[in-house]
C-alpha cells in the first residue's frame, strides 16, 4: 500500500467536523438571544396561520352598542383588548393583523432579495463597466432614505397592500446588491475559483456553483435583519394613510392611523399594536444577531 492511500485512509477515519451551515446550526442553539428569537418568531408565525381559530371574532365585525356612549372600552373579561372606536375587538384585529404583516414582510424581502442577488451577483463577477453602471445606480437609491423613497413610490403607484409590498422591496435592492456584490468580490479571486478557470468551466457555473454558495451568508443575515425593517416600514406606511384604503382592513400600522386622538381616553388603542410590532421586530433582530455570530468566520471551530 502507498503512502497516498495511507494518508487517505486516516483522513477517512477522522471524524467529520460538520459544514458551515451545520456549525452554524450548533452555534445558533447554544445562543440565548437567537433561541429567544426564534420563539417570538415562531409565535408570531404560528398566530398568523392559524389567525381564523385563535382569533374570537371576525376582526371587520363592528358593533357600536360596545361602546357605551364614548371611546373606547379597554380590555374586560369579554374582550382581552378591548374594542376600538368602531366596536371591533382589538384582539381579533391584532391576531389578524399578524398575517397581513408577515406577509406584506416576507414578499417586501423577497422582492428586494431577488432582485439585489441578481444584480449584486452580475456587478461583482463581471466587474468593469457593468459593476460602475449598477453601483451607481445603487447609490443614487441608497442617497434617498429608505421611508421617503417607499413614500414616493407608493405615491406614484397608488395606496395598497400591493403597492407597499413593491415600494418596501424597492428600497431593499440596492443595500442586497452592494452586499452581495462585495461578498462576491471577496470570493471571486480564491484558489478553487481560479481552479475551475483554468480547466474551462463556464463563467456562468462558476457563479452558481462555486462563488454564490461560499458568499450567501451575509445576505441570509442581512435578509433577517431586513424583515424586521420591513415591519416597521410598512407599519409606517400604513400609519400614514398610504396602506390599505380600507379601514376595516386588521393591519397594525393601519390600526394606529387614527389613534392620536384617543391617546388620552382609550390608549389600548396605540399601544397594543405598538407592542404587537416591536415584538416581532425583536424577534427578527434576535435571529438575525444570532446568524451573523454564528456564521462569522472569525468564530467558526469555537465553541
Not at 467536523?17 to 445562543?31: C, E, F, M
Not at 435592492?173 to 452586499?179: E, Q, S
Not at 479571486?189 to 462555486?210: T, Y
Request: hydrophobic fraction near 50%; glycine fraction near 14%; proline fraction near 6%.
Amino acid at each position: 500500500m502507498s503512502i497516498a492511500e495511507l494518508e487517505a485512509r486516516e483522513i477517512a477515519l477522522e471524524p467529520g467536523q460538520g459544514g458551515l451551515w451545520r456549525d452554524a446550526w450548533r452555534r445558533l442553539r447554544r445562543n440565548p438571544g437567537a433561541l429567544i428569537g426564534f420563539t417570538l418568531v415562531g409565535l408570531f408565525v404560528v398566530v398568523a396561520l392559524f389567525a381564523s381559530v385563535i382569533a374570537p371574532e371576525d376582526p371587520r365585525f363592528g358593533d357600536l352598542s360596545r361602546l357605551g356612549g364614548s371611546c373606547c372600552p379597554g380590555p374586560s373579561f369579554d374582550h382581552w383588548f378591548g374594542v376600538d372606536q368602531q366596536g371591533r375587538d382589538v384582539l381579533s384585529r391584532i391576531v389578524f393583523g399578524a398575517r397581513f404583516s408577515l406577509l406584506i414582510g416576507v414578499v417586501s424581502v423577497a422582492v428586494g432579495l431577488s432582485l439585489g442577488l441578481v444584480l449584486g451577483s452580475i456587478a461583482g463577477y463581471m466587474g468593469g463597466i457593468v459593476d460602475g453602471i449598477i453601483m451607481r445606480l445603487t447609490d443614487i437609491m441608497l442617497s434617498i432614505p429608505g421611508l421617503l423613497l417607499a413614500i414616493g413610490i407608493v405615491a406614484m403607484l397608488g395606496p395598497g397592500l400591493f403597492q407597499i409590498m413593491i415600494a418596501v422591496g424597492a428600497t431593499q435592492v440596492p443595500i442586497f446588491a452592494r452586499l452581495m456584490r462585495g461578498s462576491i468580490l471577496a470570493q471571486r479571486e480564491n484558489d478553487f475559483v481560479l481552479a475551475a478557470r483554468a480547466i474551462g468551466v463556464p463563467r456562468r457555473s462558476i457563479l452558481a456553483s462555486h462563488i454564490l454558495p461560499n458568499a450567501i451568508s451575509p445576505v441570509i443575515v442581512q435578509g433577517t435583519l431586513a424583515l424586521a425593517t420591513a415591519i416597521i416600514d410598512v407599519a409606517g406606511l400604513g400609519f400614514l394613510g398610504l396602506g390599505p384604503q380600507d379601514p376595516s382592513t386588521p393591519e397594525w400600522g393601519t390600526m394606529l392611523t387614527d389613534t392620536t386622538r384617543y391617546l388620552q381616553t382609550a390608549p389600548h388603542l396605540a399601544i397594543i399594536p405598538g407592542v404587537a410590532i416591536i415584538i416581532s421586530v425583536l424577534g427578527f433582530n434576535l435571529i438575525g444577531d444570532g446568524l451573523r455570530e454564528a456564521l462569522d468566520p472569525k468564530l467558526r471551530g469555537r465553541g
